[in-house]
């Protein structure tokens, strides 16, 4: 069964930093380009960060460059985004997600981890 | 940025109904288009993808059409299950992007 499974989330106070995980089993997440997507409490869903197969591509929202860090480890299976420079803003659920390069679909989800941002 | 705009927001309707919703990119964007259904503290989930090829394992009462700027997601006789909401999202090009949602309700 593929199983996407993030960690990390928590409560940080503005101006701080946050690294979430995403780790895979029962597929091998090495052969996709990887997704961040979050959603604040009671709002629609919102693309972050997208990462190549080998990493040597990535992309991000506006609202985040400078400020995050997408990178995985395929040897360890893991995905992750480092998050500095935390703000209220930044509160939400955070998914990581596989991207299919060939549909542009998200087709397999993590079930998310809250990020809350406050002081 | 490519705008997704979907309507209505919501929707209220019966079991067995058909409902349609509706996502408006601005600018064409082909077939690269995605829809999710997502239930209360669940992920999405992937139904159709380039418009209206069906996600396996989605039932076939889920359909897509459209291409360029507008986009249909139907469901041809909604059943308990469906009551959910709905977001489009467009691939074409980053930033991926996603339309506001339309949460279907009961009547």
């Known amino acids: 069964e593929v199983q996407l499974v993030e960690s990390g989330g928590g409560l940080v106070q503005p101006g701080g930093s946050l690294r979430l995980s995403c780790g895979d089993s029962?597929?091998?997440?090495?052969?996709?380009?990887m997704t961040w997507v979050r959603q604040a409490p009671g709002k629609g869903l919102e693309w972050v960060a997208n990462i190549k197969q080998d990493g040597s591509e990535k992309y991000y929202v506006d609202s985040v460059k400078g400020r995050f860090t997408i990178s995985r480890d395929n040897a360890k299976k893991s995905l992750y985004l480092q998050m500095n420079s935390l703000r209220a803003e930044d509160t939400a659920v955070y998914y990581c997600?596989?991207?299919?390069?060939?549909?542009?679909?998200?087709?397999?989800w993590g079930q998310g981890t809250l990020v809350t941002v406050s002081s | 940025d490519i705008q997704m705009t979907q309507s209505p927001s919501s929707v209220s309707a019966s079991v067995g109904d058909r409902v349609t919703i509706t996502c408006r990119a601005s600018q064409g964007i082909s077939s690269s288009l995605a829809w999710y259904q997502q239930k209360p503290g669940k992920a999405p989930n992937l139904l159709i993808y380039?418009?209206?090829s069906l996600q396996s394992g989605v039932p076939s009462r889920f359909s897509g059409s459209g291409s360029g700027t507008d986009f249909t997601l139907t469901i041809s006789s909604l059943q308990p299950e469906d009551f959910a909401t709905y977001f489009c999202q467009q691939a074409n090009r980053f930033p991926l992007t996603f339309g506001g949602g339309t949460k279907v309700e009961i009547k």
């Open positions: 997600a596989t991207y299919s390069s060939n549909s542009g679909g998200l087709v397999y």
């Open positions: 380039t418009a209206s």
């Open positions: 029962g597929f091998t997440s090495s052969t996709y380009w």
